[in-house]
């Protein structure tokens, strides 16, 4: 309220500046006035004929005009044909935007847009070859199944049902993700927050996890899930009986990713702990979820959650680690940002350490 107001009260001089088009533009009358004001002094002072006064004033003037609008008009030109080219779906032209005034304002905005439509293109190629890719190894995976029980080469057992169930699993997981980043595009998830014991919950959490990778026996997921089962998952709540306020379900998709995450990058039998502590507010929760992995390179921390971002290192480690999606902290973050909450790498001795708060009771109106 305060910027807008200070804005209000300054006037329509208020937001000159000195290589600005309305300085320009005063500049130009002022410089027409003069010319004509000095000619008709000297048409006053030699008796010239006043048509002559007045012809050579306007030439002055026109010549002065068409300067001014050359250097208004040609990065105007510029500008049009690079917003054609973008409409047309060629993002790699940009604007000087070299000037000091408003057009240079609106050339770093249709570069600042031509960058947000470049990366947005880039994200849509990238999400049909991931899926593309994600796809593709089960679906032909499943139909060798199937082929073979056709053909009579394997027999419908238990054990080759089990490995087309596998196989049909990694399906759905891959379809609950891609509905996860359709809500995430339109936000249309709906936050049901109650009060829970955070104890058992994320001991239920990371139960289901391990119990998760012991189901899929060694077989890599492709499409988020881990199958590691020689990481060690630790539980750190103090205090026992802190509780907090927040979407159990969403919750459990920051965790479970977060943990995921984790384990992937993990050495073998590493260790992943995940704490919880009681934050600054009421029913608020800090977590907190530190592997023993490699890292994240401190330049890397702001990209960490960007949608298919598999991070900087080179591979993950241990037998069934695989490079997922790219879209599960992506999922976190948008979980957290539902609550108003905040995410993020933090400083870590040993590994990759990410920090989550979550505000807890929504605050009165005053």
């Known amino acids: 309220m305060s910027g807008s107001g200070e804005r209000g009260n300054a006037g329509p001089w208020g937001s000159v500046r000195p290589f600005s088009i309305k300085t320009k533009l005063g500049t130009l009358v002022v410089v027409s006035v003069f010319i004509t004001t000095g000619l008709l002094m000297i048409a006053v002072r030699t008796e010239t004929e006043l048509r002559f006064i007045t012809v050579f004033s306007m030439i002055a003037t026109l010549l002065i005009t068409q300067f001014v609008a050359h250097s208004l008009t040609s990065p105007l030109d510029e500008m049009n044909t690079v917003a054609r080219s973008i409409s047309h779906g ?165 965790v479970a990713n977060l943990i995921d995450n984790a384990v992937k990058h993990s050495p073998p039998h590493g260790r992943v702990t995940v704490k919880a502590r009681r934050g600054d507010l009421p029913e608020s929760l800090a977590l907190e979820v530190l592997d023993e992995g490699p890292g994240i390179p401190q330049s890397e921390w702001h990209r960490v959650f960007e949608r298919f971002n598999r991070g900087g290192v080179p591979a993950p480690h241990g037998p069934g680690s695989d490079g997922g999606t790219g879209l599960g902290l992506a999922i976190a973050r948008w979980a957290v940002d539902l609550h108003g909450g905040r995410i993020g790498v933090a400083e870590s001795q040993r590994g990759c350490r990410i920090q989550v708060t979550l505000p807890g009771l929504p605050s009165l109106p005053s």
């Open 90 to 254: 060629d993002y790699t032209r940009r604007v000087s935007d070299s000037r000091r005034d408003e057009l240079g304002d609106l050339a770093q905005t249709i570069n600042l847009m031509a960058d947000e439509l470049e990366a947005q293109d880039r994200q849509r190629k990238e999400l049909v070859a991931n899926v593309s890719h994600e796809l593709r190894t089960p679906i032909a995976a499943l139909r060798a199944v199937l082929e073979n029980v056709v053909d009579g080469v394997s027999a419908a057992d238990p054990e080759t049902m089990r490995t087309a169930l596998k196989q049909t699993e990694r399906l759905g997981r891959l379809v609950e993700t891609l509905l996860d980043l359709s809500r995430l595009d339109n936000g249309v998830v709906p936050l049901r927050r109650r009060r829970f014991e955070v104890w058992p919950y994320l001991s239920g959490v990371l139960k289901e996890a391990n119990m998760v990778a012991s189901a899929r026996g060694g077989l890599a997921s492709g499409s988020g899930g881990h199958t590691r089962t020689d990481v060690h998952l630790h539980l750190d709540v103090s205090p026992p009986e802190l509780t907090a306020h927040a979407d159990p379900e969403r919750i459990h998709q920051v």
